[in-house]
């Protein structure tokens, strides 16, 4: 079936650096959208991308729309330890249908 | 309050006993989804409903069902016949394509 490959699958870095994930497909998206997931909760989302080459930002949160439509990127800058936890990406296809595609995640550990 | 509720958020049960987990949202929302996770593993779908009296099969149905009979709610039931049920369940609404998550709840069979 349709796969959305998430790198890196975790990430550990020090306080105050910033970090890039991003998610890739060989298949074409109409949406992209980035969650956080804290241990033990729902994923909560931080930026629905609608456009392709559609740049958005979400206070030190930044998220991208591929040209392609078949990626996507978020960073995070001046990171804090409040941001670890899980990072997942999803992707509404454009073939139609109803079916939302979850990437992996990126586990991100923040060292105070 | 807008949101997804999902109770109980930790459930046990004893093998082969079906087990049904709620969920409700009062977004108004036409669509829901119910996914299931794994200890460090993305999400699986199991179900998804458009529209009240109507749902589908996700990719991992089988030991799984469903009911949508009214617009806020989509109960999960756990049967006997999934083999291995322990994992976090997690519920979903959408309205257009983005969705929104409940809390989650995290069923143990023992």
């Known amino acids: 079936g349709q796969q959305l490959n998430q790198s890196p699958q975790s990430m550990f870095i020090q306080e105050g650096e910033d970090v890039s994930m991003n998610c890739t497909s060989s298949?074409?998206?109409?949406?992209w959208l980035w969650y956080k997931q804290d241990p033990g909760e729902g994923p909560v989302l931080l930026i629905a991308?609608?456009?392709?080459?559609e740049l958005t930002s979400n206070g030190r949160l930044t998220a991208q729309f591929g040209i392609t439509r078949k990626d996507s990127f978020l960073n995070i800058s001046a990171s804090i330890p409040s941001d670890v936890g899980i990072y997942f990406c999803?992707?509404?296809?454009?073939?139609?249908?109803?079916?939302?595609?979850f990437g992996a995640g990126t586990r991100l550990f923040v060292k105070a | 309050d807008g949101g997804i509720t999902q109770s109980p958020k930790y459930l046990f049960r004893k093998e082969g006993q079906n087990v049904t987990l709620s969920c409700e949202q009062n977004?108004?929302?036409?669509?829901m989804y119910w996914y299931r996770q794994d200890p460090g593993q993305g999400l699986r779908l199991i179900y998804y409903?458009?529209?009240?009296?109507?749902?589908q099969k996700g990719d991992i149905a089988e030991g799984y069902s469903v009911s949508r009979e009214k617009k806020e709610s989509f109960p999960l039931t756990v049967t006997s016949a999934q083999k291995n049920p322990t994992a976090f369940y997690l519920c979903?609404?959408?309205?257009?394509?983005?969705?929104?998550f409940g809390p989650g709840t995290r069923l143990t069979v023992l």
């Open positions: 999803a992707g509404q296809l454009s073939t139609g249908g109803f079916k939302t595609i």
């Open positions: 979903a609404s959408s309205q257009g394509d983005t969705q929104y």
């Open positions: 977004l108004n929302h036409d669509a």
């Open positions: 298949s074409i998206f109409n949406t």
């Open positions: 991308l609608y456009k392709a080459g």
């Open positions: 409903s458009q529209i009240v009296n109507d749902f």
